[in-house]
């Protein structure tokens, strides 16, 4: 039995600056290999036109990197009576489970709270949290493992997810 389910999918607004931002590196880039196979003369000396291509072009792999993996990236999770279940595609492939025996608690962060952790987005094994998995929004449940080990989900339905956990302790 699922006692709570929901899919995150990164929100529109994260795509139009990314978007915005890209297209103005390829502008440059565009710009920048015209002047370079001399195709049109932009009067660019020749040293930093090389530099902007070299700069263009890798900002232009990464934003594309940015845009396929973040129309790609979303946050399942599910909580039935014996375990929690997440995972974060594409980053994770293969669902997580926790078993209701390994959680010691949980409770609900807010954004005040999220800023100590450095942001939205997913962080594994660097600095003081080893495990934060959030897609968009200031809500997040903290959930501390019988082993000590921490992990922060995002919500955007805070005290279902929280409902589902207390269900699911309860069946202990």
């Known amino acids: 039995m699922v006692y709570f389910k929901e899919k995150q999918?990164?929100?529109k607004s994260g795509f139009t600056i990314v978007g915005i931002v890209s297209s103005l590196s390829l502008g440059v880039f565009l710009f920048t290999l015209l002047e370079y196979f001399q195709?049109?003369?932009?009067?660019?000396?020749?040293?930093?036109?090389?530099?902007?291509l070299r700069i263009s072009?890798?900002?232009n792999f990464y934003f594309v990197y940015m845009l396929?993996?973040?129309?790609?990236?979303?946050?399942?999770?599910?909580?039935?009576?014996?375990?929690?279940?997440?995972?974060?595609?594409?980053?994770?492939?293969?669902?997580?489970e926790?078993?209701?025996?390994?959680?010691?608690?949980?409770e609900i962060?807010?954004?005040?709270?999220?800023?100590?952790?450095?942001?939205?987005?997913i962080?594994?094994?660097?600095?003081?949290?080893?495990?934060?998995?959030?897609?968009?929004?200031?809500?997040?449940?903290?959930?501390n493992m019988t082993d000590g080990q921490k992990i922060i989900l995002g919500t955007q339905k805070p005290n279902l997810f929280a409902k589902g956990l207390e269900r699911m302790k309860q069946f202990n």
Do not use: C
């Open 39 to 52: 195709i049109a003369d932009f009067s660019i000396p020749g040293k930093l036109n090389y530099t902007l």
């Open 123 to 143: 962080r594994r094994k660097y600095g003081r949290m080893k495990n934060i998995f959030i897609v968009h929004g200031s809500k997040a449940i903290k959930i």
């Open 68 to 96: 396929i993996s973040g129309s790609l990236l979303k946050l399942e999770t599910y909580v039935s009576g014996s375990s929690l279940r997440f995972r974060m595609f594409p980053f994770i492939g293969k669902f997580r």
């Open 9 to 11: 999918k990164l929100q």
């Open 98 to 106: 926790f078993n209701r025996d390994s959680i010691h608690s949980f």
């Open 57 to 59: 072009a890798i900002l």
């Open 109 to 121: 962060i807010n954004d005040k709270k999220l800023r100590e952790y450095s942001g939205w987005n």
